[in-house]
């Protein structure tokens, strides 16, 4: 593992005075277990709906109107679905075939098929989930970047068999990064290169301060998201 940077280890330190100080471990509820993951794209968008109610404890006025996002949003990702859910599941099924074999080439390109299908994906609900985050202030803005984070980075250690506690931890740690990342909201190399950090900051916390060496055995990190 490459040494920590100062970024690194000012995440690290931060991570552990928010849990330590805080009670942050007591206060983050720890991610659902034996939860299966979402069959559908109903399953799935209800799934963001209820997580986004309960993290950010919207209240009556602010629900009843989250629902009415979330509805459009839904509709605008069915449409989509009807038109591409076969084309997805084609390029997945092509890509796991693709990464049994030694072929780079076709593992780039069959990688390169299913991401561009995911990205288009995202631009379909796009405006959706831009009036969906208008409703919230800057504040739960910001708390809700911190729950996404977390549940993209607690995804990566599933074979890690997190305790809650670890689980909380990380939550902590991603709140924290997910400030950090706001700063780097454009698309030039600067801000590429400020995303890139604070994730190889958010990994090397959790992987030298929460995990157990047993448990950083089991991870294998994707490369940061530009």
């Not at 740690?173 to 950090?180: E, F, G, P």
């Given at each position: 593992?490459?040494?920590?940077?100062?970024?690194?280890?000012?995440?690290?330190?931060?991570?552990?005075?928010?849990?330590?100080?805080?009670?942050?471990?007591?206060?983050?509820?720890?991610?659902?277990?034996?939860?299966?993951?979402?069959?559908?794209?109903?399953?799935?968008?209800?799934?963001?709906?209820?997580?986004?109610?309960?993290?950010?404890k919207l209240d009556e006025e602010q629900q009843k109107t989250i629902k009415e996002?979330?509805?459009?949003?839904?509709?605008?990702?069915?449409?989509?679905?009807?038109?591409?859910?076969?084309?997805?599941?084609?390029?997945?099924?092509?890509?796991?075939?693709?990464?049994?074999?030694?072929?780079?080439?076709?593992?780039?390109?069959?990688?390169?098929?299913?991401?561009?299908?995911?990205?288009?994906?995202?631009?379909?609900?796009?405006?959706?989930?831009?009036?969906?985050?208008?409703?919230?202030?800057?504040?739960?803005?910001?708390?809700?970047?911190?729950?996404?984070?977390?549940?993209?980075?607690?995804?990566?250690?599933?074979?890690?068999?997190?305790?809650?506690?670890?689980?909380?931890?990380?939550?902590?740690?991603?709140?924290?990064?997910?400030?950090?990342?706001?700063?780097?909201?454009?698309?030039?190399?600067?801000?590429?290169?400020?995303?890139?950090?604070?994730?190889?900051?958010?990994?090397?916390?959790?992987?030298?301060?929460?995990?157990?060496?047993?448990?950083?055995?089991?991870?294998?990190?994707?490369?940061?998201?530009?």
């Amino acid at each position: 593992m490459k040494q920590a940077d100062g970024n690194a280890k000012r995440l690290a330190v931060l991570m552990v005075g928010a849990v330590l100080l805080t009670g942050t471990m007591t206060q983050l509820s720890a991610t659902p277990r034996g939860r299966a993951a979402p069959k559908s794209a109903q399953e799935g968008v209800q799934a963001q709906q209820d997580l986004m109610i309960a993290e950010c404890k919207l209240d009556e006025e602010q629900q009843k109107t989250i629902k009415e996002k979330f509805k459009l949003k839904l509709e605008a990702l069915e449409v989509w679905n009807k038109a591409n859910a076969d084309k997805l599941t084609a390029a997945e099924e092509a890509a796991k075939t693709a990464r049994k074999g030694a072929d780079a080439g076709a593992k780039k390109k069959a990688a390169g098929d299913v991401k561009a299908l995911e990205v288009a994906r995202a631009q379909a609900t796009e405006a959706a989930d831009k009036a969906i985050l208008e409703v919230l202030s800057d504040e739960k803005k910001a708390l809700w970047a911190g729950v996404e984070l977390a549940q993209t980075t607690l995804s990566h250690y599933k074979r890690a068999n997190l305790t809650d506690e670890q689980t909380a931890k990380i939550k902590a740690a991603c709140a924290i990064a997910a400030k950090d990342l706001a700063a780097y909201s454009g698309d030039d190399k600067k801000s590429k290169q400020g995303k890139s950090g604070v994730h190889t900051s958010l990994n090397w916390a959790i992987d030298n301060v929460i995990l157990t060496p047993e448990q950083r055995a089991t991870v294998s990190h994707r490369p940061a998201r530009k």
